[in-house]
């Protein structure tokens, strides 16, 4: 038997006792050095690489932002604006549910965040107006996935950061496809909450409530404002922008809404602690990337594809079918660190550009977020709605249809995520 498939076998095993995939990773890493007798403190030093690089630090500061910006009275502000703009119409509290995590989203970078601080609002609100619960709680999990795919997005940072791709370019390239994704959804949830009657009480729209209300959340308006412009404008770096972010959140939570105290301070602090410590996840699948070179993981998977076929459209597909289904059981930035380094030689080789493929890594991610038994965002929607992630998981699928249509749309139009960041810094050489 190959070392190549001694090594598979041991990680899926390992996967399936449920042991945590750090510790797999790491141990698949250990025997993967054994098998070709390579020292061991090749994972030691890749280790202490893989947490030193500077924008890592974006991270933690874009969920500590998020979280200071949802306790300080931001996010309320968001969903305020985002009612009032839609108005009472069928189905009007889904579509500000996802109208409001598309602005968030602006603000969080992660995918599980902007579930949890959109979601507590909003989930309650649609079981008022008599949606069925498990629909609710779809809608939330799957336009929380936003967070994910509209810059700042921690997945492209970490993409980038494996990839040796612009951050900047990444997260300019995410705004269209972001743009499109969240229409795919309003459309999705208008249907599905027009044929089942919700919603559609209340006053229609009148410029009088909106302006108030965008005029009580210019504050929070301001904040991706602030942080996208200062970005692409050169003000500052992604990793200055979120440290701007959370000093933007102190200072609007703590003297202009006055929401903010010290113990939800000190709660942001914990959550994105408990957040961020995914990270740990960098340190084994790092060394393991590393190892798939010397096993020549990248050259067998050309060859294996392209032997099948090389249209770059059918190789786009077979690459975002397994990222879907490798993402119902693998995190997410395990998920990027491991198979970036595989598949993004092919794709490059067939003409594809490493920004539109990060942003097509990010939208299958983002399925990955809402399908079972892994589900990030649909694990937050049980907590916030009461059910069971069986149920949710269900009432999901329309929505995870809409995804799989904005992915195939951007492999058959990649310009669309070209478009923007080749307009701001030129055609990549």
Same mark, same amino acid.
């Given at each position: 038997?190959?070392?190549?498939?001694?090594?598979?076998?041991? &990680?899926?095993?390992?996967?399936?006792?449920?042991?945590?995939?750090?510790?797999?990773?790491?141990?698949? =890493?250990?025997?993967?050095?054994?098998?070709?007798?390579?020292?061991?403190?090749?994972?030691? @030093?890749?280790?202490?690489?893989?947490?030193?690089?500077?924008?890592?630090?974006?991270?933690?500061?874009?969920?500590?932002?998020?979280? $200071?910006?949802?306790?300080?009275?931001? #996010?309320? *502000?968001?969903?305020?604006?985002?009612?009032?703009?839609?108005?009472? +119409?069928?189905?009007?509290?889904?579509?500000?549910?996802?109208?409001?995590?598309?602005?968030?989203?602006?603000?969080?970078?992660?995918?599980?965040?902007?579930?949890?601080?959109?979601?507590?609002?909003?989930?309650?609100?649609?079981? *008022?107006?008599? +949606?069925?619960?498990?629909?609710?709680?779809?809608?939330?999990?799957?336009?929380?996935?936003?967070?994910?795919?509209?810059?700042?997005?921690?997945?492209?940072?970490?993409?980038?950061?494996?990839?040796?791709?612009?951050?900047?370019?990444?997260?300019?390239?995410?705004?269209?496809?972001?743009?499109?994704?969240?229409?795919?959804?309003?459309?999705?949830?208008?249907?599905?909450?027009?044929? *089942?009657? +919700?919603?559609?009480?209340?006053?229609?729209?009148?410029?009088?409530? &909106?302006?108030?209300?965008?005029? !009580?959340?210019?504050?929070?308006?301001?904040?991706?404002?602030?942080?996208?412009?200062?970005?692409?404008?050169?003000?500052?770096?992604? =990793?200055?922008?979120?440290?701007?972010?959370?000093?933007? #959140?102190?200072?609007?939570?703590?003297?202009?809404?006055?929401?903010?105290?010290?113990?939800?301070?000190?709660?942001?602090?914990?959550? =994105?602690?408990?957040?961020?410590? /995914?990270?740990?996840?960098?340190?084994?699948?790092?060394?393991?990337? @590393?190892?798939?070179?010397?096993? !020549?993981?990248?050259?067998?998977? @050309?060859?294996?594809?392209?032997?099948?076929? =090389?249209?770059?459209?059918?190789?786009?597909?077979?690459?975002?079918? &397994?990222?879907?289904?490798?993402?119902?059981?693998?995190?997410?930035?395990? @998920?990027?660190?491991?198979?970036?380094?595989? &598949?993004?030689?092919?794709?490059?080789?067939?003409?594809? !550009?490493?920004?539109?493929?990060?942003?097509?890594?990010?939208?299958?991610?983002? /399925?990955?977020?809402?399908?079972?038994?892994?589900?990030?965002?649909?694990?937050? #929607?049980?907590?916030?709605?009461?059910?069971?992630?069986? *149920? /949710?998981?269900?009432?999901?699928?329309?929505?995870?249809?809409? +995804?799989?249509?904005?992915?195939? /749309?951007?492999?058959?139009?990649?310009? $669309?995520?070209?478009?923007?960041?080749?307009?701001?810094?030129?055609?990549?050489?």
């Amino acid at each position: 038997m190959s070392p190549l498939m001694i090594l598979a076998i041991v &990680f899926v095993l390992l996967t399936i006792m449920g042991i945590p995939l750090f510790v797999s990773v790491g141990l698949t =890493t250990a025997l993967a050095l054994f098998l070709i007798d390579i020292p061991y403190t090749l994972m030691a @030093q890749t280790g202490y690489g893989s947490l030193t690089p500077f924008p890592l630090l974006t991270i933690p500061l874009f969920v500590l932002a998020g979280r $200071l910006m949802e306790t300080g009275g931001m #996010a309320n *502000r968001m969903i305020a604006i985002a009612t009032n703009l839609v108005g009472a +119409y069928r189905g009007s509290m889904g579509l500000v549910t996802v109208f409001a995590c598309m602005l968030f989203a602006a603000l969080s970078g992660s995918g599980p965040a902007t579930t949890a601080a959109i979601g507590s609002v909003t989930v309650p609100a649609m079981k *008022r107006d008599g +949606y069925d619960v498990p629909f609710a709680a779809a809608i939330t999990a799957s336009a929380g996935a936003l967070g994910s795919l509209i810059p700042p997005s921690n997945l492209m940072i970490i993409y980038g950061l494996v990839s040796e791709t612009s951050i900047p370019r990444l997260f300019l390239a995410g705004l269209i496809p972001g743009l499109m994704v969240t229409i795919l959804l309003m459309i999705t949830t208008y249907i599905i909450a027009r044929r *089942r009657g +919700y919603g559609g009480d209340g006053d229609a729209f009148s410029w009088g409530p &909106f302006l108030t209300a965008a005029w !009580d959340g210019k504050w929070a308006i301001g904040a991706p404002v602030l942080i996208l412009g200062g970005i692409y404008g050169g003000a500052f770096t992604p =990793t200055e922008a979120a440290g701007v972010a959370v000093f933007y #959140a102190l200072f609007v939570g703590l003297f202009v809404y006055r929401e903010l105290t010290l113990m939800k301070i000190v709660e942001a602090l914990r959550f =994105t602690a408990l957040l961020t410590g /995914i990270l740990i996840l960098l340190t084994p699948t790092l060394a393991f990337g @590393q190892l798939t070179a010397f096993y !020549d993981v990248p050259t067998a998977v @050309q060859e294996g594809i392209t032997s099948i076929t =090389t249209n770059v459209f059918l190789v786009m597909l077979l690459i975002g079918i &397994f990222y879907i289904f490798i993402g119902t059981f693998m995190e997410s930035l395990a @998920q990027i660190v491991l198979f970036t380094a595989v &598949f993004l030689p092919l794709v490059t080789s067939l003409g594809v !550009d490493p920004v539109m493929f990060g942003v097509f890594t990010v939208i299958t991610c983002e /399925i990955g977020f809402l399908t079972p038994p892994l589900g990030a965002n649909l694990t937050v #929607a049980a907590r916030i709605s009461g059910i069971s992630i069986e *149920r /949710i998981s269900v009432a999901v699928l329309p929505f995870i249809l809409a +995804y799989i249509i904005g992915m195939v /749309i951007l492999i058959f139009f990649p310009e $669309l995520t070209l478009f923007l960041p080749d307009w701001a810094y030129g055609e990549a050489k």
